[in-house]
């Protein structure tokens, strides 16, 4: 999760009830798989003293920063939401060195094309031969 990732802040209020999905997010970013992936990325703690609500905020590789409310949001949906971030940057990176345009535009008539199928399905009719 952390190769995709430039910075991670967590901020919460330790005596807020709300903290669990930073505290577990916390965890996973300080996993040792996680930090081997991306050594160079910050994690940053800071610990309010405000009702300000549970955050996380994430600066991608590429600059682009994206708030998530930890209020009601599990670390977990978080964590996907980063992956499939990452892995959407990961295909554009692969287009642009490939020296492909970026985004991909799709024309609406081959998105209305029949696809064929890949699998045959054979029927036979029950016939007696007597």
Same mark, same amino acid.
């Given at each position: 999760?952390? #190769?995709?990732?430039? /910075?991670?802040?967590?901020?919460?209020n330790a005596?807020?009830? /709300?903290?669990?999905?930073?505290?577990?997010?916390?965890?996973?970013?300080?996993?040792? #798989?996680?930090?081997?992936?991306?050594?160079?990325?910050?994690?940053?703690? #800071?610990r /309010?003293t %405000? %009702? =300000?609500? &549970?955050?996380? !905020?994430?600066?991608?590789v590429?600059?682009?920063?994206?708030?998530? %409310?930890? !209020?009601?949001?599990p670390?977990?949906?978080? /964590? !996907?939401?980063?992956?499939d #971030?990452?892995?959407?940057?990961?295909?554009?990176?692969?287009f642009r060195?490939?020296?492909?345009?970026? &985004?991909v535009?799709? &024309?609406?008539?081959?998105?209305?094309? =029949?696809?064929?199928? !890949?699998k045959?399905?054979?029927?036979? %009719?029950?016939?007696?031969?007597?």
């Open positions: 999760m952390l #190769k995709f990732l430039s /910075r991670v802040r967590i901020e919460f005596l807020d009830p /709300r903290t669990a999905s930073c505290m577990e997010f916390l965890a996973q970013c300080n996993a040792p #798989k996680a930090k081997e992936s991306n050594p160079a990325c910050q994690i940053q703690v #800071k /309010r %405000d %009702d =300000h609500p &549970p955050q996380i !905020t994430v600066t991608f590429n600059g682009v920063e994206e708030v998530y %409310d930890a !209020t009601y949001t670390a977990q949906t978080i /964590r !996907t939401m980063i992956l #971030k990452g892995q959407f940057l990961e295909t554009e990176q692969m060195e490939a020296g492909e345009a970026w &985004p535009f799709i &024309p609406e008539e081959e998105l209305r094309q =029949h696809a064929p199928g !890949t045959f399905v054979l029927q036979f %009719d029950e016939e007696v031969i007597a």
